[in-house]
């Protein structure tokens, strides 16, 4: 997680554009109907780095909002998979 972190950060900071990749992959990933729960807190980890390091700019609400986002997906992921093996363990 950490590392993906990294090199969001990275992107963010080297590229002209990575700004807006960044921007762009957070879209995405909250759009996506079968988003794996690994990957929401991978990319809502990134955003909160890329927010601590001052590299938000004036796009820090919007990280923090993409970042809950991605979180409460995530948890969502995991209630529904504990749901399933609870009811698998009953029957």
Same mark, same amino acid.
Request: no cysteine; glycine share 6%.
């Given at each position: 997680?950490?590392?993906?972190?990294?090199?969001?950060?990275?992107?963010?900071?080297?590229?002209?554009?990575?700004?807006?990749?960044?921007?762009?992959?957070?879209?995405? /990933?909250?759009?996506? !109907?079968?988003?794996?729960?690994? &990957? @929401?807190? $991978? +990319?809502?980890?990134? =955003?909160?780095?890329?927010?601590?390091?001052?590299? /938000?700019?004036?796009? !820090?609400?919007?990280?923090?909002? &993409? @970042?809950? $986002? +991605?979180?409460?997906? =995530?948890?969502?992921?995991?209630?529904?998979?504990?749901?399933?093996?609870?009811?698998?363990?009953?029957?």
């Amino acid at each position: 997680m950490a590392r993906g972190a990294r090199e969001w950060l990275e992107v963010v900071i080297t590229l002209p554009d990575g700004p807006s990749v960044f921007q762009r992959e957070l879209v995405a /990933a909250e759009a996506a !109907e079968a988003l794996e729960a690994g &990957r @929401a807190i $991978s +990319l809502a980890y990134a =955003a909160l780095t890329i927010i601590d390091t001052g590299h /938000a700019g004036s796009f !820090e609400p919007w990280y923090r909002e &993409r @970042a809950m $986002s +991605l979180l409460r997906h =995530a948890a969502d992921v995991f209630e529904a998979t504990n749901e399933r093996q609870s009811a698998g363990a009953m029957n």
